[in-house]
């Protein structure tokens, strides 16, 4: 996963500009354009993300497996808040609106198969989640693969265009 110590910081520097792709077209395309912004904008912290993520599967797997009484279903009804707290502080604006718009909040007192469908929810939510991230790493690699593979072919032709303006021997 990308951290943001991997990522170097936004700059001219970081930002080469593609070698032109034939004779007629003289224009630049900065790598930025061609690709997507990367996916650590939208997670704050990506390890405290999976550590949840695992958490929420392994407990949706016991709640599954054994019933509820009335404490355990208050102490799924408080893991479960705390999570999407603390989910909420490491998103960015834009999953937290949309974790809130799919997320039903649980009522005070919920019952034990309410409590399981929020615990799924949040589960496969963040199944989603992780199959975006996937997807848009993807979409990235498939960028920059594109990105080197037309700075190669323009190196080349500077190459070819190298060489046939030399001349060949030592003779005028």
């Known amino acids: 996963m990308v951290t943001p ?4 910081e936004p700059g001219p520097a970081s930002q080469p500009a593609a070698e032109p792709r034939s004779d007629e077209d003289t224009s630049t395309v900065p790598a930025a354009e061609v690709l997507e912004p990367a996916e650590d904008e939208m997670v704050s912290e990506p390890l405290k993300l999976v550590r949840i993520a695992s958490m929420v599967q392994i407990l949706l ?3 599954r497996s054994i019933e509820l009484d009335q404490q355990a279903r208050d102490r799924l009804q408080e893991v479960h808040h705390r999570t999407v707290d603390e989910l909420r502080e490491i998103m960015s604006d834009e999953l937290r609106t949309e974790m809130d718009k799919v997320l039903v909040p649980l009522s005070e007192g919920a019952s034990e198969s309410e409590l399981r469908l ?3 929810q949040l589960a496969g939510w963040l199944e989603g989640l992780f199959h975006g991230i996937r997807a848009s790493m993807w979409g990235q690699q498939m960028a920059q693969q594109r990105l080197l593979a037309s700075q190669a072919q ?3 032709g500077l190459d070819q265009r190298a060489s046939e303006n030399t001349t060949g021997g030592m003779y005028l």
């Not at 110590?5 to 170097?8: A, G, L, R």
């Open 154 to 156: 323009a190196l080349q």
């Open 118 to 120: 929020a615990q799924a």
């Open 61 to 63: 797997n016991e709640v």
């Open 5 to 8: 110590e991997d990522t170097p």
